[in-house]
Nanobody
């Protein structure tokens, strides 16, 4: 079992920045990849960014150059960060942490609102 706890959402004006964090605990040694998805009202959940254990990174096209994903591992936890810069209103969504281990795991979601 893997547990995911997210933090860092909030409200910001266009052009602002936010940093999301997700701490994984439990059987973290089984985690292959961690990432962030988002779901806006009336839309499907989409991958935002993903990082694998060997450092391969994938970004959704609309966030390239603005968002940065990173990961920090200890013996007992694995933390993934999403630094979001130059935020736009279309980035408004609930952001979910996700991990690929033996099974898939999801965080509880954190709201990001970009509005003037």
């Amino acid at each position: 079992q893997v547990q995911l706890v997210e933090s860092g959402g909030g409200s910001v004006q266009p052009g602002g920045s936010l940093r999301l964090s997700c701490v994984a605990s439990g059987r973290v040694f089984t985690i292959y990849a961690m990432g962030w998805y988002r779901q806006a009202p009336g839309k499907e959940r989409e991958l935002v960014a993903r990082i694998t254990s060997d450092g391969r990174i994938t970004y959704e096209d609309s966030v390239k150059g603005r968002f940065t994903i990173s990961r920090d591992n200890t013996k007992t936890t694995s933390t993934v960060y999403l630094q979001m810069n130059s935020l736009k209103p279309e980035d408004t969504a609930v952001y979910y942490c996700h991990s690929n281990a033996i099974d898939e795991y999801w965080g509880q979601g954190t709201q990001v609102t970009v509005s003037s």
